[in-house]
């Protein structure tokens, strides 16, 4: 059952629920892509009989395992049996708004045929979840977005993830999910809108690197491993059938070009979004989606990196967490030593989100119970603090923020404060003399930037000069629709940047040893 929908399938013998599962196209959360390590993909039984392991036992509750609950990923099906699908993550709150002031949104009169009507796409594909909106390119104008989420995440929460399953072979089962995702949001756009097929005369894609190698079919082989090369990143223009294996549109499609393996084409786009290239002031763009994406700097140069802050604010590696589904804990307060929430589209709490987790943290940090390193007090310590009881959510399992969670929020933390600090150095400059922050990302647009100040994931020198964009990247890609000559300043935005690997900065490792500190002295 999933959604209350029952649906049938066949498992093979020796084959994993999991497997069984992505093999008919099922969404299930599987954050560590099936290693039994993140605890995500829990199934419950209602009849039959399921292998078991130790390993499974370890991950779940005495609650849990009493009422049937198993990894999918652990157990093969010992005969005919039912499982209910405990949390499908086919509903996120996706951003879909981007850079305001650029891009108008407009569907009135859109089957006026007064005019010759020419109309395009403009995709966005994240690790976590994809957008494709439909543009008016005779008005300029976004007539409707459709956002989903990225079917591939059933193959892990991050991209190296993605990499290592398509170099073990499963490529191109990668790669029909994103194009049978793509299509299906094209296909439902121009039925709910009566625009013909023949109508839609481009596509632009930006995405990261790895989600345009999935898509086009290429090699991840080198992405994987030292020294990262990407098989192509530059701009190029292909046929629809050549990307989508795939005859529903006949209409040219644009891969957007990127900077490097790990810095891609959703840079380049939400930088073109935000105008660097226009910009004699020096100023940053910070992607906080899956993988921590940046860029410092002005229309005479750039320097770019990419860092490794891992999943935990999109709710990836904590223990109770999730993503930005209905349900999800986002924002928190501590009233009188009680932890009050509230949930997306105020459902029973299912999880925590990552904007959660950042305000889990700055509560409790600033309620004394978690310390300066990142310890939490005795009482704590060794069950974790209960952030929403079993009562509450309906299913006699509660919510918890551990121990281990705060080390994997310090982690991110420290490996974002520490990249946007070496930038800096980098370039040359004080945090003082960066004009304008752009913030990125469904995480970086609902974030409570104070709290995320206070607990040093921004630097308190930025505070009051961030901007929350959106999907910056979906814009650069509507905007470039609008206008293809912006392509030259991607290329330009491009020629004139410096990657950094921050592995080899000794500034990235000492501000990333000091990040890990919660230090509120000097915001306070």
């Given at each position: 059952?999933?959604n209350g929908k029952t649906i049938s399938m066949k498992c093979g013998k020796k084959e994993t629920l999991?497997?069984?599962?992505?093999?008919?196209?099922?969404?299930?959360?599987?954050?560590?892509?099936?290693?039994?390590?993140?605890?995500?993909?829990?199934?419950?039984?209602?009849?039959?009989?399921?292998?078991?392991?130790?390993?499974?036992?370890?991950?779940?509750?005495?609650?849990?395992?009493?009422?049937?609950?198993?990894?999918?990923?652990?157990?093969?099906?010992?005969?005919?049996?039912?499982?209910?699908?405990?949390?499908?993550?086919?509903?996120?709150?996706?951003?879909?708004?981007?850079?305001?002031?650029?891009?108008?949104?407009?569907?009135?009169?859109?089957?006026?045929?007064?005019?010759?009507?020419?109309?395009?796409?403009?995709?966005?594909?994240?690790?976590?979840?994809?957008?494709?909106?439909?543009?008016?390119?005779?008005?300029?104008?976004?007539?409707?977005?459709?956002?989903?989420?990225?079917?591939?995440?059933?193959?892990?929460?991050?991209?190296?993830?993605?990499?290592?399953?398509?170099?073990?072979?499963?490529?191109?089962?990668?790669?029909?999910?994103?194009?049978?995702?793509?299509?299906?949001?094209?296909?439902?756009?121009?039925?709910?809108?009566?625009?013909?097929?023949?109508?839609?005369?481009?596509?632009?894609?930006?995405?990261?690197?790895?989600?345009?190698?999935?898509?086009?079919?290429?090699?991840c082989e080198g992405l994987g491993i030292s020294p990262f090369e990407p098989v192509d990143i530059a701009?190029?223009?292909?046929?629809?059938?050549?990307?989508?294996?795939?005859?529903?549109?006949?209409?040219?499609?644009?891969?957007?070009?990127?900077?490097?393996?790990?810095?891609?084409?959703?840079?380049?786009?939400?930088?073109?979004?935000?105008?660097?290239?226009?910009?004699?002031?020096?100023?940053?763009?910070?992607?906080?989606?899956?993988?921590?994406?940046?860029?410092?700097?002005?229309?005479?140069?750039?320097?770019?990196?990419?860092?490794?802050?891992?999943?935990?604010?999109?709710?990836?590696?904590?223990?109770?967490?999730?993503?930005?589904?209905?349900?999800?804990?986002?924002?928190?307060?501590?009233?009188?030593?009680?932890?009050?929430?509230?949930?997306?589209?105020?459902?029973?709490?299912?999880?925590?989100?990552?904007?959660?987790?950042?305000?889990?943290?700055?509560?409790?940090?600033?309620?004394?119970?978690?310390?300066?390193?990142?310890?939490?007090?005795?009482?704590?310590?060794?069950?974790?603090?209960?952030?929403?009881?079993?009562?509450?959510?309906?299913?006699?399992?509660?919510?918890?923020?551990?121990?281990?969670?705060?080390?994997?929020?310090?982690?991110?933390?420290?490996?974002?404060?520490?990249?946007?600090?070496?930038?800096?150095?980098?370039?040359?400059?004080?945090?003082?003399?960066?004009?304008?922050?752009?913030?990125?990302?469904?995480?970086?647009?609902?974030?409570?930037?104070?709290?995320?100040?206070?607990?040093?994931?921004?630097p308190k020198e930025l505070q009051f000069k961030i901007t929350a964009v959106g999907n910056s990247a979906?814009?650069?890609?509507?905007?470039?629709?609008?206008?293809?000559?912006?392509?030259?300043?991607?290329?330009?935005?491009?020629?004139?940047?410096?990657?950094?690997?921050?592995?080899?900065?000794?500034?990235?490792?000492?501000?990333?040893?000091?990040?890990?500190?919660?230090?509120?002295?000097?915001?306070?």
């Amino acid at each position: 059952e999933k959604n209350g929908k029952t649906i049938s399938m066949k498992c093979g013998k020796k084959e994993t629920l999991l497997t069984c599962l992505r093999r008919n196209k099922m969404n299930i959360a599987a954050y560590c892509s099936g290693r039994g390590t993140c605890g995500k993909c829990k199934v419950r039984l209602l009849w039959g009989s399921l292998t078991s392991t130790a390993q499974e036992a370890g991950k779940l509750t005495k609650q849990e395992i009493a009422q049937g609950i198993h990894l999918a990923c652990l157990v093969i099906p010992a005969e005919d049996c039912s499982i209910s699908i405990i949390q499908a993550e086919d509903d996120f709150d996706v951003v879909t708004t981007g850079v305001e002031g650029d891009i108008d949104s407009n569907t009135d009169n859109i089957t006026d045929e007064t005019e010759s009507m020419a109309y395009a796409f403009a995709i966005d594909i994240g690790t976590t979840t994809l957008a494709v909106s439909l543009l008016d390119t005779t008005r300029k104008a976004v007539i409707a977005t459709h956002t989903a989420v990225n079917a591939q995440r059933s193959y892990g929460a991050d991209v190296i993830s993605r990499i290592v399953q398509a170099n073990e072979g499963k490529g191109m089962e990668l790669r029909e999910l994103i194009q049978n995702d793509l299509e299906k949001g094209m296909k439902y756009l121009l039925e709910t809108y009566s625009i013909r097929k023949d109508e839609v005369k481009d596509i632009a894609i930006a995405g990261n690197t790895t989600m345009q190698h999935l898509l086009l079919g290429y090699s991840c082989e080198g992405l994987g491993i030292s020294p990262f090369e990407p098989v192509d990143i530059a701009y190029t223009l292909l046929d629809y059938k050549d990307v989508f294996l795939s005859d529903y549109l006949n209409c040219r499609v644009h891969i957007l070009p990127g900077f490097s393996t790990f810095v891609g084409a959703d840079i380049t786009s939400g930088l073109v979004a935000c105008r660097f290239y226009e910009s004699e002031e020096i100023q940053l763009l910070v992607d906080l989606g899956t993988n921590g994406e940046m860029a410092l700097g002005s229309k005479n140069g750039l320097f770019v990196t990419s860092t490794a802050a891992g999943p935990a604010f999109e709710g990836g590696n904590i223990s109770c967490g999730t993503g930005s589904i209905p349900g999800a804990i986002s924002s928190v307060t501590i009233q009188r030593n009680h932890m009050m929430y509230k949930t997306i589209q105020d459902k029973p709490a299912v999880g925590i989100c990552g904007t959660g987790v950042l305000e889990i943290t700055a509560e409790m940090l600033q309620a004394g119970l978690i310390d300066e390193t990142g310890l939490l007090t005795d009482e704590y310590f060794e069950k974790g603090y209960i952030i929403a009881s079993g009562y509450e959510t309906g299913n006699n399992t509660d919510i918890l923020f551990t121990q281990k969670d705060i080390r994997e929020i310090q982690l991110a933390k420290a490996a974002v404060r520490g990249g946007i600090e070496t930038l800096a150095a980098r370039y040359g400059c004080s945090m003082n003399q960066i004009s304008k922050v752009y913030l990125a990302g469904g995480f970086g647009t609902k974030m409570n930037i104070e709290k995320a100040v206070y607990i040093g994931l921004l630097p308190k020198e930025l505070q009051f000069k961030i901007t929350a964009v959106g999907n910056s990247a979906l814009s650069g890609a509507v905007l470039f629709l609008f206008d293809h000559t912006l392509i030259d300043r991607m290329n330009a935005l491009i020629a004139n940047a410096s990657e950094i690997n921050l592995a080899n900065e000794s500034v990235f490792q000492d501000a990333y040893i000091n990040a890990m500190y919660f230090d509120t002295d000097e915001v306070q």
